[in-house]
Structures are given as structure tokens and as C-alpha cells.
């Protein structure tokens, strides 16, 4: 994320006092997540394969002074699904995947003894919101078809290292670079209409815990 920061030249570590504004985009690499599934003609566990994507984070954070930060940081995370792995029969896939949710975080700078680097570690908690988008599945030639639009929510927790370029010509303003992996823990539930050569029914997919790799610039 870049950050906008309240710089004081008495702190050994990163300099951060006071109240920052940080803003980043990057790569959004899920590790496709396993599922479990429950309807006629379709149960037991698959996996959701996903493509990579995009992420966005906006953060609000206060340092005080001595290389700790804290902060609230609002994320999105979007990817397209590509198909159903580990079902009896061939599946088509649409949809995309998309995440939003709040993290707290405590990051910490560390003084490298150069100017121009401060590399940090950091971790955080929080909730996130999950919704399949237009996520279907249909057997082709076939008389399976499944489709949500469903939307839920679990907890998360995220670890985070990087490092911020501070911009010389520029006081409170710096370039940052990181990377975090996410654990959204499992247990969301996703309701749709299921047919498999009979009358609709109600098919049901829940998700086990998603890990997310990001990497975000600004």
C-alpha cells in the first residue's frame, strides 16, 4: 500500500507518529478451495478451481513512533471461476469469486540502517465476506445443472511481510511493496436450484478454508 505517514526523526525504527493513510492493488493468487456438496445426483467433496485475480486495499492506521503500527484496513478480491474439480461427471464452470471484508492489523517496521528501506511484518484478524457470483455448474449433454448466487461470511486471519521506499522528495510519503497470505476459515454456506433429470431442488455448497496469496503495490 503507499502510505501518507507523520514522520519524527528521534524513532530508531520506520519513523511512523502518528495517524497514515495507506492505499494498494495487486495479484490475488487463491489456492482453489475445497468444498463439500450435497444434492440429488451430486455430494461428497470437490475443489473450486479458480483463475488469478485482482485485489484492492484501503487502510487507516496510527504509529507511535517506535516502529509499531495499527491499523483498519477494508480489502477486495475478485477471480473468475474456471471449473469443478473432483465431480462423477465432466462439469462447464461460470462465475466469479468475489471477497470483501475489515482486517485489524499490527505491523512492525524494522530499522535496516538505510534511509531508502524499512522492511515490516505484520499480522491481522478480521471477518471476511464471501459471494459466488454467477457460479454454475451443468453437466454437458447431461441433466445436472447447479447455480448460486449465495453470499456468506467467516473469520480470517492474515501474515504479512513487505518493505516501504520512503520518497526523499516527498516528507510522509512513501512507496510500499508486500505480500500476505489470508486464511478465510471455512464453514460459509451456499444455497441454489439443483436439477438432475427431475423437479428443481435446493442444492447446497459449503466451502472449507480458503487461503488467499496477495500481492499488493501502492
Not at 18 to 27: C, I, K, N, T
Not at 31 to 46: E, M
Not at 78 to 94: C, H, I, L, Q, Y
Not at 130 to 150: D, R
Request: glycine share 18%.
Amino acid at each position: 500500500p503507499l502510505a501518507v505517514t507523520t514522520l519524527s526523526s528521534s524513532a530508531n525504527a520506520q519513523p511512523v507518529t502518528g495517524p497514515y493513510v495507506s492505499l494498494g492493488a495487486g495479484l490475488h493468487a487463491p489456492i482453489d478451495p475445497k468444498a463439500t456438496v450435497y444434492g440429488p445426483g451430486w455430494g461428497g467433496q470437490i475443489h473450486l478451481n479458480q483463475g488469478y485475480g485482482f485485489n484492492s486495499e484501503l487502510a487507516v492506521g496510527y504509529g507511535i513512533g517506535n516502529g509499531f503500527r495499527f491499523e483498519v484496513e477494508g480489502d477486495f478480491m475478485r477471480s473468475n471461476v474456471r471449473s469443478f474439480g473432483g465431480t462423477r461427471f465432466p462439469t462447464t464452470a461460470n462465475g466469479t469469486v468475489r471477497t470483501w471484508g475489515a482486517m485489524g492489523n499490527v505491523l512492525y517496521d524494522l530499522d535496516v540502517g538505510s534511509p531508502w528501506i524499512f522492511p515490516y511484518i505484520g499480522a491481522g484478524a478480521g471477518y471476511q465476506w464471501t459471494k459466488l457470483n454467477g457460479v454454475s455448474a451443468i453437466q454437458p449433454g447431461g441433466p445436472f445443472a447447479f447455480g448460486t448466487n449465495g453470499q456468506s461470511g467467516a473469520f480470517a486471519l492474515q501474515a504479512i511481510v513487505g518493505a516501504s521506499f520512503p520518497v526523499a522528495r516527498v516528507p510522509g510519503l512513501s512507496i510500499t511493496a508486500d505480500y500476505r497470505f489470508m486464511d478465510i476459515l471455512g464453514g460459509e454456506k451456499y444455497y441454489g436450484p439443483i436439477t438432475n433429470g427431475g423437479p428443481a431442488t435446493t442444492g447446497t455448497v459449503k466451502l472449507h478454508n480458503q487461503f488467499n496469496n496477495e500481492v499488493v503495490v501502492g
